[in-house]
């Protein structure tokens, strides 16, 4: 894999982090329901937990801590 093609994965889980932040924080998708804010949350929960298994992203020493700390967040506003 490429470092730049890295970079743009990491680069597109961050991005991916904003919109969880920005749905929670009812800067996006304002005109939907509760449930469908949450059923996006849930998507891209599920798609953020499928990419962190694999270990490209702590073996290029990438930091993990606000991906992962937007995943619990998310998971908790899923689940409420």
Same mark, same amino acid.
């Given at each position: 894999m490429a470092v730049n093609e890295l970079d743009r994965?990491?680069?597109h889980l961050l991005h991916l982090c904003d919109q969880i932040e920005n749905i929670i924080g009812?800067?996006?998708?304002?005109g939907a329901t509760d449930?469908? *804010?949450?059923?996006?949350v849930g $998507?891209?929960?599920m798609y953020l937990?499928?990419?962190i298994l694999d270990d490209k992203y702590t073996t290029a020493? *990438?930091?993990?801590t606000?991906? $992962?700390s937007v995943i619990a967040t998310g998971?908790?506003?899923w689940k409420s």
């Amino acid at each position: 894999m490429a470092v730049n093609e890295l970079d743009r994965d990491y680069l597109h889980l961050l991005h991916l982090c904003d919109q969880i932040e920005n749905i929670i924080g009812g800067l996006k998708q304002t005109g939907a329901t509760d449930d469908e *804010k949450k059923s996006s949350v849930g $998507n891209i929960i599920m798609y953020l937990e499928t990419e962190i298994l694999d270990d490209k992203y702590t073996t290029a020493g *990438k930091d993990m801590t606000r991906i $992962n700390s937007v995943i619990a967040t998310g998971r908790t506003y899923w689940k409420s």
